[in-house]
Structures are given as C-alpha cells and as structure tokens.
C-alpha cells in the first residue's frame, strides 16, 4: 500500500529558528498533499493544502508567513515554521491523497 | 459546518469486553466516514472507512456502519484486547477525492489486563 514517510519524528528547537519538517511518498506520486496539527489532547486540524507546481492553500487563521509550505515534486512535500516560538509546539502530520498519513513529527520549541 | 462528534474519553476496559465509541456527524452533503487509531508515539493509522449510507467497514475485529438516518458511525469490537489501547479518531470527508479530513476530538480507549 501508499508509504508516505515524514521526518523528523521529533526536534527540538530553539525560539526565533525555523524548522523543516519532510513528507514523501515512497511508492508513488502525490500532487497534493495535507498538513495537519494536533495540540495535546486535542484532536487534528488541517492547516493547508499543498499542491506540486503551484501554491499552497491555507485554512482559515493559519499564518502563511510562519507556515511555508512548498510541494517541490511529485514525491516531496516541506512544511517550514519559520521564527518559531513555544505557542508552536505541537505534534505536525502530513496526509496523501488515499488517506495515507506520515508518522508525525512532534515539534517542541523552548 | 461540518463536524464530528466522538464520546468523551477517556475510556477504560478490562480486556475481552465489548467496545463502543459513539460517532456522529453534521455534513452538508455525502461524507465519506472513517476511523482512524493513533498508538502512541505514532502516526495515524486508517482503521476502516464507508463511502455510503448502510456500508459497514471491518478491520482487525473492529467494526462500523454507516447510519444515515441517524448520522452516526459508531465503532465497535466484541473483545477488545490490551493491544488495542490507543486513541481514536472518527473522521469524514466531503469531497469525493480531495480527501480533506474533519476530525472528531479523539477517544483515549485503555484495556486493562
């Protein structure tokens, strides 16, 4: 079945840096692909949509300056939080289309 | 808007019970429905989905149907075991193909030995 593999599993760093967190599909092509958040204890929220070849579509409230998301091939989907701060911890997953989610990557900013 | 809404958690089960983890849902059109299960420390993993009303999804003893009528999608297993203590996310999606995921708030389900 459809792969997608995400790194980091986890990272940990410092406020004001940014962080590049990588989904790939593994088995096959995806031109698109969903970036979700969880906070603890709560459930996932979808932050945007990104799209190979074009840009990247936002949920309502989510900052596209902080959260760049780049589709740079059929296989390779970028979520960058850039300056991030502490509010941003929190546990970071990407999802192909056929409802394949990478393993996550928990964020934690101190 | 569209929502899911799973039963409070957490939930705790001595092993070989019998699970339920109620689900419903307010979409504007046709959803697609889901359960996904979440170990922990790990991603999520899709347990079993239905595309329409009166399907019923199977996987791994679990078990749902899709209840138009009453809007629901409730998960269920008729002996649960310890390895089956994880989190759970009843889900939906609207658009045939693009596959964006609304989210219920998840249930924690621990069985006990």
């Known amino acids: 079945g459809a792969v997608v593999s995400q790194h980091p599993s986890r990272v940990i760093c410092k406020s004001g840096t940014s962080v590049k967190i990588e989904c790939r599909s593994l088995?096959?092509?995806?031109?698109?692909m969903f970036w979700y958040r969880q906070f603890p204890k709560q459930s996932l929220m979808l932050m945007a949509t990104?799209?190979?070849?074009?840009?990247?579509?936002?949920e309502q409230g989510v900052e596209k300056d902080k959260f760049l998301i780049n589709h740079a091939s059929l296989t390779l989907s970028t979520l960058t939080v850039t300056s991030a701060h502490p509010e941003d911890s929190s546990f970071y997953i990407c999802?192909?289309?056929?409802?394949?989610f990478g393993s996550g990557t928990r964020l934690t900013v101190v | 808007g569209d929502s899911v809404t799973q039963m409070e958690g957490p939930v705790t089960l001595s092993e070989e019970a019998f699970l339920t983890i109620n689900c419903t849902y307010t979409a504007t059109g046709y959803p697609s429905l889901f359960w996904y299960v979440q170990y922990p420390g790990e991603g999520l993993q899709l347990l079993l989905k239905a595309t329409k009303a009166d399907d019923k999804g199977s996987n791994k003893g679990f078990e749902a149907t899709y209840r138009k009528e009453t809007t629901s999608f409730h998960l269920e297993k008729g002996s649960v075991q310890v390895s089956d203590s994880a989190v759970y996310f009843c889900?939906?999606?609207?658009?045939?193909?693009?596959?964006?995921?609304?989210f219920g708030q998840g249930t924690r389900l621990t069985i006990n030995p």
């Open positions: 889900a939906l999606s609207l658009i045939q193909g693009a596959q964006k995921l609304v």
């Open positions: 999802s192909a289309p056929g409802y394949t």
């Open positions: 990104s799209n190979e070849g074009s840009k990247a579509t936002y």
């Open positions: 088995d096959f092509q995806a031109t698109t």
